[in-house]
């Protein structure tokens, strides 16, 4: 009796140890499954914003150029020639008039 006692805590221990170590091995394996998954969705998103940035720079590359061509036709003749007039008073403000007006709760006039 005592001995069948001691063979049933025994295998029960075994149960334990063993139920055990397949969970152990199973949250292992599924978590270096997530891991490996995770590390290939993110490179793979890398490469598309990598080819998402370079589809926006070549589109302005292409919008500098027509910036560039178009500023060509833009002179003071033909600006005068379509009715702007030349400025009589200009000033400029510079970056610290600001921060000191602001700082001062003033605000810039015109």
Known sequence: ????????KILK?????SLSFFVGIFGLVASYVYFVNSTILTIAATHDLQDSIS???ADMTHLEVAYLQKQEVFTEEYALSRGYVRPENT??????TIRTA???GQTIQE
Not at 1 to 8: E, F, H, P
Not at 13 to 17: D, G, I, K, L, S
Not at 91 to 96: E, I, L
């Open 55 to 57: 589809d926006v720079r």
């Open 91 to 96: 000033q400029y403000v510079k970056d610290t």
């Open 1 to 8: 009796m005592k001995q069948r006692k001691q063979n049933k």
């Open 13 to 17: 221990r075994q149960f334990y140890v």
């Open 102 to 104: 602001a700082l001062y």
